[in-house]
């Protein structure tokens, strides 16, 4: 575990909550100090989406409590809202807006001066070749162009938390590097991360914590030298693998190239 001795950015106490008939957090306690990078893994399902939307503010009908820079969430003060950044995973972008024009908007909501926005954004634009396409419509950009905008949108206000989901998705690998480099001078500077993803060698190199929820109960909480301690030695993958019960890959794999095939057992 990184040391306790940081500000505390995020304290989840008992959190839980029930959707649907189901537990999908049960009972989740961890506190999240300035300038971690937490590696925020987990099966499908496992409850990792809905964790972030509680902190986000979007989802009030759990149990427990969450404080975010010191304050509890559900005292009415949405303030430290405008401290946070958010990549969605499958991001609703207007596809109808210029790049411009909904970076505009995006920091509108921030509370940040049109002018400010404007030179920020054409600047953070250009720093991924993509000045030339400031006033172009989202709808024709490709996969990777939109993530681009998504992850300027989240930064434009500089805020001390970020939350990324599935951040990477689509882009290609200089730009991967670029990003990589980003979070980790944004967390020296204190900048406080949670990046969930699936892919797990990056989560491996990029986080200096991990969690890892199962079943919306934490599995494994500490740096992936500590995990790799605790279990046997391997990849974040071989530990996720084995932490999480699973060892059937081949099996499944099997029985669906079977099936692919029209149920013949050999080809
Ligand atoms: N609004 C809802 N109503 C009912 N069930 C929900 C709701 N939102 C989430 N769930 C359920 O909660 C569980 C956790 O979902 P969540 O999206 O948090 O998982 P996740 O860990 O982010 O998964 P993934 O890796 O697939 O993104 C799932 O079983 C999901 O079906």
């Known amino acids: 575990m990184i040391e306790n001795t940081y500000e505390k950015i995020v304290s989840l106490k008992e959190l839980s909550i029930h ?17 971690q990078i937490i590696g925020y893994i987990g099966p499908n399902g496992a409850g990792k989406s809905t964790t972030v ?23 009415g003060d949405h303030t430290y809202k405008r401290r946070i950044g958010y990549v969605p995973e499958n991001a ?62 989240s930064l434009l ?7 990324l989901d599935e951040p990477l998705n689509g882009l290609d690998a200089n730009s991967v590097m670029i990003i990589k480099e980003i979070l980790a001078q944004l967390a020296a500077q204190g900048k406080t991360i949670f990046y969930s993803s699936h892919i797990m060698d990056v989560v491996e190199k990029i986080s200096n914590r991990i969690i890892l929820l199962a079943e919306g109960e934490i599995v494994a909480d500490g740096s992936f030298s500590e995990l790799q301690k ?22 499944i794999a099997g029985e669906f190239v079977r099936i692919v095939n029209g149920g013949k057992r050999d080809g």
């Open 19 to 35: 959707l649907g008939g189901k537990m999908v957090l049960n009972r989740i306690s961890l506190d999240v100090y300035r300038g």
């Open 230 to 251: 605790k279990n046997t030695e391997g990849t974040l993958e071989e530990i996720f693998n084995q932490l999480t019960g699973f060892n059937e890959h081949k099996e």
């Open 92 to 153: 609703e972008i207007y596809d109808n807006l210029t790049a411009q024009e909904y970076l505009t908007f995006v920091g509108q909501l921030y509370g940040m001066e049109e002018r400010e926005i404007e030179n920020k954004a054409r600047k953070l634009m250009a720093q991924f070749d993509m000045e030339n396409v400031f006033h172009t419509r989202i709808s024709s950009f490709s996969k990777g162009m939109r993530q681009k905008v998504l992850i300027i949108s």
């Open 53 to 75: 939307k509680i902190m986000l503010g979007l989802m009030d009908a759990y149990q427990g409590d969450v404080e975010i820079f010191g304050k509890d969430i559900a005292s």
């Open 157 to 163: 206000h500089d805020p001390d938390l970020l939350f």
